[in-house]
């Protein structure tokens, strides 16, 4: 008799509590998440991570010494044989700087090529970080909202061209794919985005930390692969966290084609101390794009039931609540709208009466309102007692 055993079970359960900040709750806001609630919130995964990935950790671990170490080069082409062989991007390892998060990168970026009163673009909802700390740091922000037409969220191009011609207008703040919304920005649509920014010389800043993450007939597009003149003038914010589940070790690479201003951005790196990656993250990143691609491609397969899951439960079981399509992220946006509840009380509901976790809304800015944000990254059976005890609140016509 032949057993195999199963490198992976993304049924199991795995108790985080202690560890995470999705089942413990954001200290810093005084937040504390019972132990008899859900938790359906931040954008991590309660899977373990790859093997390879854990391995690769391991044998540095046993190593025992944590010194100082070069910066090694290795993951930089286990980054760029990424991008190359599954969107035929093609880059030069010498484009790829280090950041610890993205929102540091985000940071650095807006600090470096903008002054306080300079103005930013963003196209909310929005995740919330991406607002706050060009507003915490005296940018202006400029709203270019999407349109949310027939269940579907777009670009609203003819804003966009009467935008760029605000004075100051510096920086666009693109999320690709789009998080809370789900899209997908097709290549048209970047093509359209890249072509307007481009008239006014504004700095396309890319978050593309959600880009492995897309759902049948879907496909992710790497802003800097639609044009020279996009490449040129663009920062491609990328990190292993959400494909792999890495997000706590801090290791995001920031994609930078233009000479000029990757320079600037490093330089602004160094003058703050930031000189390169802590010892796992390069060890990490090398593991998980160059050993851990079939891990990936499973847990993409599992999300996506469980998308399809959550769709059918939510159409059957609390039709007033809409579900957005997710082209892609592992976060499902969900309308509420139909119950007319106050965003804030809705909120309130959700914790209180359900003992479920999300993200709310409002959380998103003002377009938010009135929805929430589920992440689906889980164990199916925790995902199927989260929409239960949603159900048992939500549940009337
Ligand atoms: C679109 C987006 N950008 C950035 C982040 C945060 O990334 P980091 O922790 O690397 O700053 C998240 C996390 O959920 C996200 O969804």
Redesign the pocket.
């Known amino acids: 008799m032949t057993t195999t055993t199963k490198l992976w079970d993304f049924d199991e359960i795995i108790n985080r509590k202690g560890k995470s900040l999705k089942w413990d709750g954001f200290s810093r806001k005084g937040e504390v998440i019972a132990d008899d609630m859900i938790s359906l919130s ?2 991590d995964m309660d899977f373990r991570t790859a093997p390879p990935i854990r391995e690769a950790l391991q044998q540095q671990i046993d190593h025992g010494i944590y010194g100082y170490v070069n910066s090694p080069t290795g993951y930089k082409i286990a980054i760029k044989n990424w991008f190359s062989t599954r969107y035929n991007w093609e880059i030069d390892t010498k484009w790829i700087l280090h950041t610890p ?4 990168a985000v940071a650095v970026a807006i600090e470096e090529f903008t002054q306080p009163g300079d103005k930013i673009i963003v196209q909310e909802p929005l ?1 919330g ?2 607002v706050a700390w060009p507003k915490m740091n005296g940018r202006d922000i400029i709203n270019n909202n999407l349109k949310f037409e027939e269940n579907k969220y777009k670009m609203d191009f003819g804003d966009l061209m009467r935008k760029i011609h605000i004075p100051r207008v510096k920086i666009l703040i693109l ?1 690709n794919p789009h ?1 809370p919304t789900g899209r997908v920005w097709t290549k048209d649509e970047l093509h359209q985005l890249g072509e307007i920014c481009n008239r006014k010389n504004i700095l396309v800043i890319s ?1 593309e ?2 880009c492995d993450i897309t759902f049948p007939g879907h496909d992710y597009t790497p802003y800097a692969s639609i044009s020279e003149e996009c490449a040129q003038n663009s920062i491609i914010c990328t ?1 292993p ?2 494909s792999f589940n890495l ?1 706590g070790i ?1 290791q ?1 690479n920031i994609i930078i084609p233009n000479d000029k201003l990757r320079a600037s951005f490093q330089w602004n790196n160094v003058r703050k101390g930031l000189m390169g990656p802590n010892i796992f993250g390069p060890i990490v990143t090398e593991a998980a794009y160059g050993k851990s691609e079939e891990w990936f491609d499973e847990a993409l397969e599992y999300i996506y039931q469980n998308y399809l899951f959550l769709k059918k439960f939510i159409e059957e079981r609390m039709p007033m609540v809409k579900v957005v399509e997710t082209e892609g ?1 592992y976060l499902a946006w969900l309308d509420f709208s139909a119950f007319g509840i106050p965003s804030l009380e809705l909120g309130d509901i959700i914790k209180s009466k359900a003992k479920v976790v999300l993200n709310h809304g409002y959380e998103f800015g003002k377009l938010g309102s009135g929805f929430e944000r589920i992440c689906m990254a889980c164990p199916r059976e925790i995902l199927q007692e989260g929409l239960e005890r949603l159900a048992s609140v939500f549940k009337s016509e």
Do not use: E, F, Q, R
């Open positions: 931040v954008a998060t993205i929102i540091n995740y970080p991406l999320c998080n978050d930390i959600h990190a966290g959400k997000a801090h995001s992220t």
